[in-house]
């Protein structure tokens, strides 16, 4: 289904009826990630989930968006689907940066969060940008160099694999914002969200470490932190089941 919110087409699924609960989902995939885990849901709850703009069926916004904009979205999404009471918040990876961002601007007002190997903790090491401008460098150089410019998307991939940057390389479009959202440490803003809250991790997850996990459940004020064993960034995938029974009993 499809609903304009302030001239942005987003695509959504409503699915299930009762206390409602919104999933958010994470940088570079779509409402589909969360298909397991919105069809358990769904037998006990009203379970909303939607396209951000620039993933998925929702079309890439017309300006460079922050985390802010993506948090007003989902508040004015949710006006517009006549939706007052959230009784959940449940994100993955960016989407927790639009709860955090959201829930401290006071856009967003759940009863409860989930946050699921959330982005937030900017690291510690400023070395982000200068790796992005290393890379150009070399790619620049690689183009000067007769022969070798058929070889640069692949290097320039491996490059940015090496910095734990793909993400950057495949937004295309979406660079600038990609951009603005990692530069935005909300860290600091963590503290805001008096709500209990849930905090779910993979022992293994690479993009958000456990680390970061930590810090967060330091600052909140009622949370609760959960690590599945062997599992990655993508745990609610990784271990579904253990994934599924947390949210249950937290709910």
Do not use: C
Not at 99 to 126: C, D, H, N, R
């Amino acid at each position: 289904m499809k609903v304009l919110v302030h001239n942005q087409l987003i695509e959504y699924q409503d699915e299930g009826s009762g206390r409602v609960v919104v999933l958010l989902h994470g940088w570079g995939t779509n409402l589909g990630t969360f298909d397991q885990l919105a069809s358990y849901l769904a037998q006990h709850f009203r379970v909303i989930r939607f396209d951000f703009p620039g993933f998925g069926q929702s079309p890439k916004p017309t300006d460079d968006w922050y985390v802010r904009e993506y948090a007003q979205l989902t508040r004015d999404l949710l006006q517009k689907l006549k939706i007052d009471d959230v009784h959940a918040l449940i994100s993955h990876s960016f989407g927790g940066r639009v709860v955090i961002k959201g829930i401290s601007q006071g856009y967003l007002k759940p009863e409860k969060v989930v946050l699921i190997g959330a982005a937030g903790v900017k690291p510690q090491l400023s070395a982000t940008k200068s790796v992005y401008k290393g890379i150009a460098k070399v790619g620049k150089l690689v183009t000067s160099v007769p022969g070798l410019n058929k070889i640069q998307p692949a290097l320039r991939r491996r490059l940015y694999s090496a910095a734990g940057s793909t993400d950057y390389l495949e937004a295309n479009a979406m660079q600038k914002i990609f951009l603005n959202t990692i530069n935005e440490d909300l860290l600091p803003s963590v503290h805001t969200i008096a709500q209990p809250a849930l905090l779910i991790w993979g022992e293994n997850d690479l993009e958000t470490p456990v680390a970061d996990a930590h810090k967060m459940i330091n600052e909140l004020p009622d949370g609760k932190l959960i690590i599945v064993p062997n599992a990655g960034h993508f745990v609610y995938l990784d271990d579904p089941l253990a994934v599924q029974r947390s949210i249950a009993a937290f709910l």
